[in-house]
Antibody, heavy 119, light 107 residues
Framework: EVQLVQSGAEVKKPGESLKISCKGS????????IGWVRQMPGKGLEWMGI????????RYSPSFQGQVTISADKSISTAYLQWSSLKASDTAMYYC????????????WGQGTLVTVSS | DIQLTQSPSFLSASVGDRVTITCRAS??????LAWYQQKPGKAPKLLIY???TLQSGVPSRFSGSGSGTEFTLTISSLQPEDFATYYC?????????FGPGTKVDIK
């Protein structure tokens, strides 16, 4: 069974750093792109970027380029999303999702990680 | 970036109704379009990919059509569990943008 399990909720202060994780299981982790999607409170879905764990090839949305870093450790089947300096506007639910092979849709999703940034 | 618009943004319907949601792309995307359903507090769920292919396990009352710039998601007979927000996503070129969503509510 394909599963993506994300790390738990985080409460941080502005200016702090953060790295959240997404662990895949039940499939060949290195053979599928993993993406990250932001959902701000009460808002829609925003595609942030994706990584191919096999070779760490990464693509970012221009809206998020330079604001976050996407990485992966294939030895432990885990993808990451990190911030070096959080802002209050980063408060959101973040989902990881597996991109399907051919059509590139997100066929499996993690449960989401809620990030709250508040002073 | 390719922009997606959805109409309507909000829809009030009754159980048993036929519901149609439209997604329009700012440029042609062939059939590189997916539809997702999201219920409050839950992760999105893939319903349809390649514009018209039903994801495994999704009820056949859901269907998708279209190509190029105009796409539709149809629910043939709305069920209580279908009240949710629906998003389209283009998969033609990076970034793989989502539409703004259509909330389907109970009349």
């Amino acid at each position: 069974e394909v599963q993506l399990v994300q790390s738990g909720a985080e409460v941080k202060k502005p200016g702090e750093s953060l790295k959240i994780s997404c662990k895949g299981s039940g499939y060949s982790f290195t053979s599928y792109w993993i993406g990250w999607v932001r959902q701000m409170p009460g808002k829609g879905l925003e595609w942030m970027g994706i990584i191919y764990p096999g070779d760490s090839d990464t693509r970012y949305s221009p809206s998020f380029q330079g604001q976050v870093t996407i990485s992966a450790d294939k030895s432990i089947s885990t993808a990451y999303l990190q911030w070096s300096s959080l802002k209050a506007s980063d408060t959101a639910m973040y989902y990881c999702a597996r991109q399907s092979g051919l059509q590139k849709d997100f066929d499996y999703w993690g449960q989401g990680t809620l990030v709250t940034v508040s002073s | 970036d390719i922009q997606l618009t959805q109409s309507p943004s909000f829809l009030s319907a009754s159980v048993g109704d036929r519901v149609t949601i439209t997604c329009r792309a700012s440029q042609g995307i062939s059939s590189y379009l997916a539809w997702y359903q999201q219920k409050p507090g839950k992760a999105p769920k893939l319903l349809i990919y390649a514009a018209s292919t039903l994801q495994s396990g999704v009820p056949s009352r859901f269907s998708g059509s279209g190509s190029g710039t105009e796409f539709t998601l149809t629910i043939s007979s709305l069920q209580p569990e279908d009240f949710a927000t629906y998003y389209c996503q283009q998969l033609n070129s990076y970034p793989f943008t989502f539409g703004p969503g259509t909330k389907v509510d109970i009349k």
